[in-house]
């Protein structure tokens, strides 16, 4: 999910404390997984994502929609209230509950699996008109080996003539720019404690890949405590994606800075909004 409106959701790897503990309790990594996803404006960010995603779904209703990594499920639930049969995948049993949550409070139908990315080659889920990835999640996978695979399980669940449609940030614009820290975020526990969550890359690691330094600090009653942790993130860019994607199998792909389809300019555009679609 770096971290970014566009990011629905937190790293994945434990929490450590100041003191470099990790910290055990599951229900304080949840609270601050929700409290993450409650920080994004997903009015707005639904406002401007969901136009662009339906003008790469068939029109009519009954098309097929995979929304890997969907997090708390905000997309899937969009696109089943328009009519389309969705199923959401996500590795984070947290965001599933969220996601199933949604779905009963909105009154639709949208499946969901908690599973890896990396395993979608060996789910039967039949194929599919379109496949979301949204939030930078697929620079979170491990290397791009991995990512090569998940590329491949994609190409393969797709119906002919179907569409990936995924957004990543642009490392060719990050490292030009030596852009290394994001703005502050608050959000809210579902227990009602405020959270500040503070972002920063670290570039001096493995060539391809940055390290995002996460730190949650959340306030109980009068006190602050604040909790760390940091993720690999692979430095994609648009010929390393334009090399894989026809490596696996796609065939005509575009490339837009957003979501209003502003052309990409590979040092000045921070997004790179991705539809690349397999022969009829």
Known sequence: MAWREECSSPPQRPWSSDGGTSIQSRDAFDAIALAYDNSIDWDARLKREIPFV??????????????????????????????????????????LSAAAELVRREGVSVRLIESRMED???????????????????????????????????????????????????????????????PLKRGVTPT?????????FDHSGSR???TLVFSAMRKTGDCWASEVRCQHVLNLDR??????????????????????GSVFEPQRSRDLVVVASRDE
């Open 120 to 182: 979608l080659h060996s789910l039967r889920l039949g194929k599919f008109n379109l496949v979301l990835c949204l939030g930078n999640s697929l620079a979170l996978l491990p290397d791009q080996y991995t990512l090569t695979e998940v590329l491949v399980a994609i190409e393969k669940s797709l119906a002919p003539g179907g569409t990936l449609l995924f957004q990543v940030l642009n490392f060719e614009e990050i490292r030009f720019s030596k852009f290394d820290s994001f």
């Open 208 to 210: 391809g890949l940055s």
């Open 54 to 95: 339906l003008r790469h779904l068939p029109k009519g209703r009954g098309a097929r929609v995979l929304d890997l990594a969907c997090g708390s499920g905000r997309h899937s639930v969009a696109l089943a209230s328009r009519g389309f049969e969705v199923v959401g995948l996500d590795s984070s049993h947290v965001m």
């Open 239 to 260: 010929g390393i994606l334009e090399r894989l994607l026809r490596q696996t199998g796609f065939k005509r792909i575009s490339w837009t800075a957003d979501y209003e």
């Open 192 to 200: 009602g404690e405020e959270v500040v969550f503070a972002r920063f």
